[in-house]
């Protein structure tokens, strides 16, 4: 965060103009405003500065629908999965240094390269922040270059508002057996999302911090702000105005992400209710997509479903990725989705990857109903910890469709 004496300047070269930000006392700035030698000086200085800052300004806004659909135009078919690894419980196991594992991480991606897929979903966490930003941003790092080698680019996740209300850094629970997703966590925690007096001093800074450091990496497809923002997470005790909180923290999130002026395009995922512009959307649908510089959905129906998904959509004359699909026993399938999606040019992230402590090949109703061994039918996941896919067939369709 810059210091509130900082007096922000700017140079210009030939080619471009960029803010540099010249820690200043104010002793040191007073004696340079007395030595102008009149006020004309001081107005001059604060109205190049007024200037020179509109392109900045003018950078934080949404990008217009023609950079969008020209930046999609640039990249192949996105297809990918929503991964974690088999090792990780959620996304704070993934990402801690005492359980950060770039090994099982490199084995995993280079399944995926081997199916063709050329992307992934990934989440973070704000505690992974306040813990050890620089170790954190390291490991970040780390990640996106073993991902690079196997021609994977990233679409991180930030905020989540999915499953556990109540995150705890440090050791993280074991699985419950046969439980979908039973230890992973929301970011941030339903305590901090309560108290927005916390919001500048503990999520502030790790939007700012996380996107700033990556913001002109090209191993960065896409910022997802926040997963399912007004998701109750019927599973655990919520509160009821949930939805309006996570409404107020995204508004606040989208601003911190758009002053880092990242040269990736921002996003976060309409996932219930009618999308089309006539229909009757909720606040939050409606802020979703009039921010997003690129639209992304999620849909676990059946083809006609997605179809119609699709087609609500296009009306926004932007590009239209889903972010969330596939769960086999819905009618979510890749037989019978990806080459929807790949016929209408729509990017593909299935959820689920490897078959481990996140335990997705249960299905959803786990959490209600008990199951005592491997279902007949996953509900998601390709492959099993050792490498072997759940359905050949898969596979080979997904080999087919990328290649």
């Not at 405003?33 to 392109?55: H, K, R, T």
């Not at 889903?322 to 016929?343: D, V």
């Amino acid at each position: 965060m810059l210091h509130s004496r900082c007096l922000m300047s700017v140079s210009r070269s030939s080619s471009t103009m960029r803010n540099k930000v010249v820690p200043l006392s104010r002793p040191r700035l007073r004696s340079q405003f007395l030595s102008a030698g009149s006020s004309g000086f001081l107005w001059l200085l604060l109205a190049c500065i007024a200037v020179f800052s509109m392109p900045a300004r003018a950078q934080a806004q949404r990008w217009p629908e023609k950079r969008a659909n020209d930046w999609y135009r640039q990249q192949r078919w996105l297809v990918g999965s929503n991964y974690i690894p088999s090792t990780a419980i959620n996304e704070l196991e993934m990402w801690q240094a005492d359980t950060f594992d770039l090994p099982t991480i490199d084995r995993e991606l280079g399944w995926a390269e081997n199916l063709g897929m050329n992307t992934m979903r990934v989440f973070l966490h704000n505690l992974l922040w306040q813990g050890d930003s620089q170790g954190f941003l390291h490991r970040m790092d780390q990640f996106l270059q073993v991902a690079d080698n196997h021609h994977i680019r990233i679409l991180f996740v930030l905020f989540d508002s999915v499953w556990d209300p109540n995150p705890k850094a440090g050791k993280q629970r074991e699985p419950k057996p046969h439980v979908h997703n039973s230890g992973w966590v929301q970011a941030p925690g339903i305590e901090l999302l309560q108290d927005s007096n916390r919001w500048d001093s503990e999520l502030k800074p790790y939007i700012a911090g996380v996107i700033g450091r990556f913001r002109d990496d090209r191993r960065v497809l896409m910022w997802d702000l926040m997963n399912e923002p007004d998701n109750d997470s019927a599973q655990y005790k919520g509160i009821p105005n949930k939805g309006e909180l996570a409404l107020r923290l995204l508004k606040e999130e989208w601003q911190w992400a758009r002053d880092a002026r990242p040269s990736q395009p921002l996003t976060s995922g309409v996932w219930k209710d009618d999308w089309s512009p006539k229909s009757q959307r909720s606040a939050m649908s409606i802020f979703q997509l009039e921010k997003s510089d690129v639209i992304t959905f999620h849909s676990y129906g059946p083809p006609g479903e997605m179809r119609r998904r699709i087609k609500s959509l296009r009306s926004y004359g932007r590009p239209i990725v889903c972010t969330e699909y596939m769960a086999r026993p819905l009618g979510s399938t890749f037989a019978s989705i990806l080459p929807l999606l790949k016929h209408a040019h729509v990017g593909a992230y299935n959820w689920g990857f490897v078959n481990g402590k996140s335990q997705t090949i249960y299905p959803w109703d786990s959490w209600e109903k008990t199951y005592t061994g491997e279902p007949p039918v996953w509900f998601h996941d390709i492959f099993r910890a050792d490498g072997s896919p759940y359905d050949p067939r898969e596979t080979a369709l997904l080999r087919e469709m990328t290649h």
